[in-house]
């Protein structure tokens, strides 16, 4: 039962460069999210889908866009990286929102440089 | 405006004790609180919940307790061991998808 699965782990862009951070559930969630957390912060919320091809922005969403067009895949893409996109980035699947746990994948640690 | 806070960063507790984490809220209008453990270099695991219509929660060793009139919540572990050391996230919704999480507590149980 592999849950929730993010590629990569690490990685270390440069400035102005572009990657696509994947994610991916095997639970058939219809609700799936985007978060980064800074060293010292809570999780913020970047973009969050509520069923495939249906997206929208979280409190965070500027630098990034995101696609859902299947249940299992949600990935986020940074477009023109900047050092303030340095951080670890989560992916997360509900069977709903209205209470019921996220089951995150272990996330990927992104460094701007 | 952080509509959820942890306002302690860190606690250190013996093993076998209680360990008491707490969360603050803003919102009234929150639904769910939900508490999640962390390891470093993992994602963060559902640990347990809370409706708003309920003051108590109880799973084995842990409980969640809910003061609305306070905006408060807290996880109780009892006893402590040392497998419970990680950093421990409150997190509460309001039914528009969008989880609020506070900054973390990290928990150290001590042998």
């Known amino acids: 039962n592999a849950g929730v699965t993010q590629t990569p782990k690490f990685r270390i862009l440069k400035i102005g460069q572009s990657m696509t951070l994947q994610c991916t559930q095997d639970?058939?969630?219809?609700?799936m999210y985007w978060y980064r957390q800074d060293p010292g912060m809570g999780l913020k919320l970047i973009y969050y889908s509520v069923g495939a091809g249906i997206t929208d922005k979280g409190e965070v969403p500027n630098g990034y866009n995101v696609s859902r067009s299947t249940t299992e895949d949600f990935p986020l893409r940074l477009e023109l990286a900047a050092p303030s996109q340095t951080s670890v980035y989560f992916c997360?699947?509900?069977?709903?929102?209205?209470?019921?746990?996220?089951?995150f994948g272990d996330g990927t640690r992104l460094s701007i440089l | 405006d952080q509509q959820v806070k942890q306002n302690s960063p860190s606690l250190s507790v013996q093993e076998g004790r209680i360990s008491i984490l707490n969360c603050d809220y803003t919102n009234s209008m929150f639904d769910y609180f939900l508490w999640y453990k962390k390891y470093p270099a993992e994602g963060p695991t559902f640990l347990i919940s809370i409706s708003s219509i309920k003051d108590k929660n109880e799973d084995g060793r842990f409980t969640v307790f809910l003061n609305k009139s306070a905006k408060h919540l807290s996880l109780h572990i009892v006893p402590s061991q040392p497998g419970d050391s990680a950093v421990y996230f409150c997190a509460a919704v309001s039914g528009t998808y969008k989880y609020i999480f506070g900054t973390g507590t990290r928990l150290k149980v001590l042998a």
């Open positions: 639970m058939n969630h219809n609700y």
């Open positions: 997360a699947s509900s069977y709903s929102p209205d209470g019921q746990p996220q089951h």
